[in-house]
């Protein structure tokens, strides 16, 4: 069975610093895997999705990298912002086009 | 539509009561999730629609819990009489190319 971890749960770091988010999964055989955010009390937003041919992903401060082989997966934020502040998920595709497994997710808040 | 639309966004019931919910998904997506999340939990898969057929029902916490997808778009998802732990947020997604755009979602409050 597909388990999805993050560390750290909780981040909080000042303002303009570069951080990174962990996703690990336990098995390797996955097809694509996608970073969302949720804001309170809203739904997912998709940040990056990474198909199971890619290495990473780049989109604006974002950047999200994927090692099959290891189970991992690193989302970096480069000079975070207050509006940064979200709680940040990850999640896996067991199978083409069927479930999706999600981490329980990383808060992070970024003070000014 | 241009993105997936869920309704109601609040829905505050009675225990015992029948609800359902609605999912648009986006147009054209012939996949289509339902997921609950619990308040500072993470998200459960409840079940999983291609089209009008819903391979993986395996999610569904209990019979009292049913989905329908019709004509390839909309999908209900119906808890028959309600419990206060079935208290959550009923959020849903869709797909066409394996990336999920999920709605703002239904929250669920049972008394």
């Known amino acids: 069975k597909q388990e999805v971890t993050q560390i750290p749960a909780a981040l909080s770091v000042p303002e303009g610093e570069n951080l990174v988010l962990n996703c690990s999964f336990t098995d390797s055989a996955i097809y694509n895997l996608q970073w969302f955010r949720q804001d309170p009390g809203k739904g997912l937003t998709s940040l990056l999705l990474?198909?199971?041919?890619?290495r990473e992903q780049t989109s604006g401060r974002l950047n999200a990298s994927l090692d099959k082989s290891s189970g991992r997966s690193t989302l970096y934020i480069a000079a975070s912002q207050p509006g940064d502040s979200a709680t940040y998920l990850c999640?896996?595709?067991?199978?083409?086009?069927?479930?999706?497994?999600f981490g329980p997710g990383t808060r992070l808040s970024v003070l000014p | 539509g241009a993105g997936v639309s869920q309704s109601p966004s609040n829905k505050v019931t009675e225990k015992g009561k029948d609800v359902e919910l609605r999912c648009d998904p986006i147009s054209g997506h012939t996949a289509l999730y339902w997921y609950r999340q619990s308040l500072g939990q993470g998200l459960e898969f409840l079940i999983y629609f291609q089209g009008n057929s819903a391979p993986d029902k395996s999610g569904l916490p209990s019979d009292r819990f049913s989905a329908e997808r019709t004509g390839g778009s909309v999908s209900t998802l119906t808890i028959q009489r309600t419990q206060q732990e079935d208290s959550a947020v009923y959020l849903c997604a869709s797909s066409a190319t394996g990336e999920l755009f999920f709605g703002e979602g239904s929250r669920l409050t049972v008394l």
């Open positions: 990474i198909q199971s041919s890619q």
């Open positions: 999640a896996v595709e067991v199978n083409y086009g069927q479930n999706f497994v």
